[in-house]
């Protein structure tokens, strides 16, 4: 204890909770003693408090108190006198690949939804279900302390497929478990990256397929119109939250398979003017921007199939002269470039 600091434990009063289903532990019940909220906290008592196992959790402070049950072990590492046993040297081994980084805390959408899916994996129905962007800062956020995020990234790189998927994709999965999607689509789920759907649409955080959501609110969707500088104007902006963005427009696949050259002229109109918008947007110095297509088809609408025509690629950005001789030629540039910025 600090006796020179005015607000000290010994000041503060503490209230247990009322015992509840145990998130952790089935068919056990669970109390939390906290700290008064009403008190005014410091660093300085949270590093007190800690000694004797208590925890922040946004403003508050606890510790779990559960008569006849002591499974909770809080542990404090000091770093400078540790070292790693066999097992931990195995592990940092098989994880050489991870990259950290120290940020300021701010919210990040990559962050919220791998928070969401925490919450619906391990505390279903705990009472913080289907939290808000407000609510997940709160949490993880305090008035009276210092807080950094520390993230933890394979290869250090952030990836996001910015495509939304219908409501189907989500309730009934099982429909598309054994049925081959795009091919992004399963990069994506390869990667167990997550996946958008209409509440990030609605929100700006995703595109459909059909960026101006034409086909969605003529089938009866609430979802919003975007103009093409709409639809680039959230390209920029999600693009600043991540290494490599994946976008995937595939009407003008439709149009060549259909053999109608009106929807193709429209189709490569509309993903013009998508290009013009986004390319006024970004800054190409630290930005490249890649439009490619996996195979021929709508060039040559004499055939329905796809064709054996060199692939449409356009690039944009400080590296825009590197040479490609096959498609094969896509991944390493991509690597390079997200090293590179």
Known sequence: MDKNDPHTEEELRFFATAPKSCSYLKGRNAISVFADPEARLSPVIYNQLARYG????????????????????????????FRRSRNQQK????????????????????????????LKSRHPGGGMDDPTPDDYMRFLGSDWCDTLFIEFNSMGYRCKFLNAFRPIFFTTPELFINISL?????MNRAAQLPFLNFVDLKKRHALYHDYS???????????????????????AEMSQDCDLLLYEY?????????????????????????????????????????????????????????????????????????GFSSILDVYPF????????
């Open 213 to 235: 959501n034409k086909s969605l609110i003529d089938k009866g969707f609430d979802v919003p119109y975007y103009t093409p500088a709409d639809a680039a104007a959230i390209m």
């Open 54 to 81: 208590f925890r922040r959790s946004g403003n508050d402070l606890y510790v779990p108190a559960c008569p006849g049950c002591s499974e909770c072990i809080p542990v404090r590492i000091l770093a400078k006198q």
């Open 91 to 118: 592990i940092w081994n098989r994880n050489r690949d991870l990259a950290c980084n120290v940020l300021p805390p701010e919210y990040r959408d990559s962050h919220f939804e791998l928070y969401t899916r925490y």
């Open 334 to 341: 991509l690597i390079d470039q997200v090293k590179r910025y």
């Open 182 to 186: 795009s091919a992004t689509t399963e």
């Open 250 to 322: 595939f009407l003008t696949d439709y149009a060549g398979h259909a053999q109608d050259m009106t929807q193709a002229i429209a189709e490569i109109h509309k993903v013009e003017k998508l290009i013009y918008a986004l390319l006024a947007l970004v800054n190409l110095k630290n930005t490249t921007v890649m439009v490619i297509s996996d195979h021929g088809n709508v060039e040559d609408l004499r055939t329905k199939s796809h064709t054996l025509n060199p692939a449409f690629m356009a690039l944009w950005g400080s590296n825009r002269n590197s």
